[in-house]
């Protein structure tokens, strides 16, 4: 049987389906585009959260000509290969952007490498050699550090997905972040953005750790206490370990040394979420590469007051 029998009958069903549509779209948000990024299928190359402050796609160029400079930090979400240590640390990533539009990327060491690749408004894709061997792809998107937060030049946050395909086979890839990416010559301001003021917090919540060392996964317990002070943020705890960072806006970078016999250096990245007199909410992700079999694995965190 034809599903449309007759020109007419094309007629009729599209006319239903545009109405349909119609309907459905004067209802649509910043969260349908969230809940829409769920539904696309995945392929080999993870790209950046459709949020709606990442879907800033634009015919022109929206980042200044430049080289920009920030610590990356890779979190590996899957691993089918054993052709290269995937438990890698952060590391100084540079980025210079081109007046036509192309965009390369270059890092010193066995976790960077180097990729160029073409910028479309704020997002990118760029293709190249891994620091280890294998074809790298990444994708990327910048987001504008907050009015306030950087001096004597540009800032931005940045966030996607990267592959690495080994001549040997097999793959291995994840998500990365740069939270304080800057242009030559800027600085993080002496004091963060005005929605984020100095105090301290006591926060309780929870790690979700994926382990790269068996027997080191699963979902762990936090307390302890976040301090904010002009642009540095530091978290103490006497179970969990302690750290400082570098506040940009409301996202930040982190080490933290773990409690005694608790493994290597955990690198954190992450965002303020909400903050008040009285209480913070923060989140993000981290790594924690493996030391002398000591655990090591990579994951996310959720921590309020």
Do not use: H
Request: hydrophobic share 25%.
């Amino acid at each position: 049987m034809e599903l449309f029998p007759t020109p007419s009958g094309r007629v009729i069903v599209t006319f239903i389906f545009l109405r349909t549509l119609s309907s459905g779209l004067s209802s649509c948000s910043t969260s349908t585009l969230d809940n829409l990024s769920s539904q696309i299928p995945s392929t080999s190359t993870l790209a950046p959260q459709l949020t709606s402050t990442s879907a800033t796609t634009s015919s022109t160029i929206s980042i200044s000509n430049g080289t920009y400079s920030g610590t990356l930090t890779p979190i590996v979400t899957f691993n089918n290969s054993s052709c290269q240590n995937v438990g890698g640390s952060a590391f100084t990533a540079t980025f210079t952007v081109n007046s036509n539009g192309s965009i390369s990327f270059s890092s010193p060491g066995s976790n960077g490498g180097s990729a160029t690749g073409t910028l479309t408004g704020y997002n990118f894709t760029m293709s190249g050699t891994a620091g280890g061997g294998g074809n790298l792809s990444a994708t990327g998107a910048f987001v504008p550090l907050p009015s306030g937060a950087v001096s004597g030049g540009s800032g931005f946050s940045l966030n996607g997905g990267w592959t690495v395909i080994c001549s040997s086979g097999g793959s291995y890839g994840g998500t990365y972040n740069i939270p304080d990416l800057l242009s030559s010559g800027a600085s993080l301001s002496s004091t963060p953005a005005p929605s984020i003021s100095n105090g301290s917090y006591s926060v309780t919540g929870f790690s979700y750790s994926n382990s790269n060392t068996s027997g080191c996964s699963g979902t762990y317990n936090i307390n302890g206490t976040v301090t904010i002070q002009g642009s540095t943020i530091s978290f103490s705890s006497s179970s969990s370990g302690n750290g400082t960072g570098t506040l940009a806006g409301n996202t930040f970078t982190m080490t933290v040394n773990p409690e005694s016999g608790g493994g290597g250096t955990i690198y954190v990245t992450g965002s303020i979420n909400s903050q008040s007199a009285n209480a913070i909410s923060i989140s993000g992700s981290f790594q924690q590469p493996a030391v002398s079999g000591s655990c090591g694995s990579s994951g996310t965190f959720s921590l309020s007051s």
